[in-house]
């Protein structure tokens, strides 16, 4: 069964935690990415990798971090610095220049 | 920057009825253009991807034409269903990146 798969689908985190969102694929897809939704608003690009360990910052980097030590997999931690957290989290993946596929989302909420 | 807007925000029409919605972007630069669709608290799945050589890709109900000289994209619904009721989001491929626009919310009344 292909797909991308994101974990959990709810997150909860407290003050100066950080917290790591999990994204899977399956389809042999070079291209992964994350993106964050807020309400009312279109996803903004967080980061983007186009080979395994490399990877490069989006619109807005600040406070998050990625590894990319798999093709598979594309782990995003969301640190202590991102001072607003709270919105739905978006990964996706794609051969280079084709269509891309979204994961379920993941929805994290500061406490 | 690119960037890219949709209008209307917001639709609502009642079943049968066919629609057109806007997509436009400031930077005819792009690879290609994709549609998507998102239900309530999912994530996004793919409709329609349009090259930037080609003018419009169809399926289904669904027709996407693009006029990259003067940056708009329309989504066009065919008979619409309460099922196609979610919101359509547009997305350019600028360089190595998607730019999204907010999106329409469409609902269909059965």
């Known amino acids: 069964d292909g797909g991308i798969t994101q974990s959990p689908k709810y997150l909860f985190r407290k003050e100066g935690q950080n917290v790591t969102l999990s994204c899977e694929q399956n389809?042999?897809?070079?291209?992964m990415y994350w993106y964050r939704q807020d309400p009312g608003q279109g996803l903004r690009l967080i980061y983007y990798?186009?080979?395994?360990?490399?990877?490069q910052k989006g619109d807005i980097a600040e406070g998050y971090s990625v590894s990319r030590e798999k093709k598979e997999s594309f782990p995003l931690t969301v640190t202590s610095a991102q001072k607003n957290p709270t919105a739905f989290y978006l990964c996706a993946s794609s051969f280079l220049t084709d269509t891309q596929y979204f994961g379920p989302g993941t929805r994290l909420t500061v406490l | 920057k690119q960037e890219v807007t949709q209008i209307p925000a917001a639709l609502s029409v009642p079943e049968g009825e066919n629609l057109v919605l806007n997509c436009s972007f400031t930077d005819s630069a792009i690879y290609n253009l994709q549609w998507f669709r998102q239900d309530p608290g999912k994530g996004l799945t793919s409709l329609l991807l349009?090259?930037?050589?080609?003018r419009e890709q169809t399926s289904g109900r669904l027709n996407a034409s693009l006029d990259k000289s003067s940056g708009r994209s329309t989504l066009y619904i065919a008979a619409s269903q309460p099922g196609d009721s979610a919101t359509y989001l547009c997305?350019?491929?600028?360089?190595?990146?998607?730019?999204f626009g907010p999106g329409t919310r469409l609902s269909v009344l059965p």
């Open positions: 389809l042999n897809h070079d291209a």
């Open positions: 990798s186009q080979i395994v360990n490399d990877f």
């Open positions: 997305a350019v491929r600028d360089g190595q990146n998607f730019v």
């Open positions: 349009i090259q930037s050589s080609q």
